[in-house]
């Protein structure tokens, strides 16, 4: 893949110029030159094969190996220790983001039906679970993102600005 290539040769320039870099200044860095490169067009490209998802938490976890500190720690150890969230969450929570945009605006012009069966459990605003014939279909932005906003539980839901509705999801994940 061209972007994970890119972001591994952001990281050499990284670790090539800068030998000591506290923690703060090393994530401010990575957050601009590498990871920005993993998460190019994210909400257009959101891989579904469990290689290429690897190989793009491989970068992050090769990047968190460069901290002082951190070498002996386990990957999720060192993603706290940074206060970074996993690639794979981030990528699901702006796709969240963006159905909550989608539907505060209008549902028309999306292929998003709210479910307005009143027995459904957990949260009010569910969407309509569409079935899907092909392989293409089924990794597309409509079809992914429904099952994750059906099992958001109901307060975080209704949170008029958008910043609101992320800083709960990001309560909610923990």
Not at 50 to 67: D, H, P
Not at 91 to 110: A, G, H, N, P, Q
Request: proline fraction near 3%.
């Amino acid at each position: 893949m061209k972007n994970i290539k890119k972001a591994y040769s952001m990281l050499g320039l990284i670790k090539r110029n800068f030998s000591l870099l506290c923690r703060d200044s090393f994530v401010m860095l990575y957050k601009s030159v590498v990871r920005s490169h993993l998460e190019y067009a994210n909400t257009v490209w959101n891989p579904d094969k469990k290689s290429i998802i690897k190989n793009l938490e491989r970068v992050q976890m090769r990047t968190t190996k460069l901290v002082s500190g951190l070498k002996k720690k386990c990957y999720k150890e060192s993603l706290m220790d940074l206060k970074l969230p996993s690639l794979k969450y981030r990528r699901t929570r702006r796709d969240m983001t963006e159905v909550y945009k989608l539907t505060m605006i209008t549902l028309s012009s999306v292929h998003l039906d709210i479910n307005l069966d009143t027995r459904t459990r957990g949260q009010t605003k569910k969407l309509v679970v569409r079935r899907c014939r092909y392989h293409v279909q089924k990794y597309s932005f409509c079809i992914r993102i429904t099952n994750v906003l059906n099992g958001l539980p109901d307060e975080i839901i209704p949170a008029p600005p958008v910043n609101t509705f992320k800083n709960r999801l990001d309560k909610f994940r923990g």
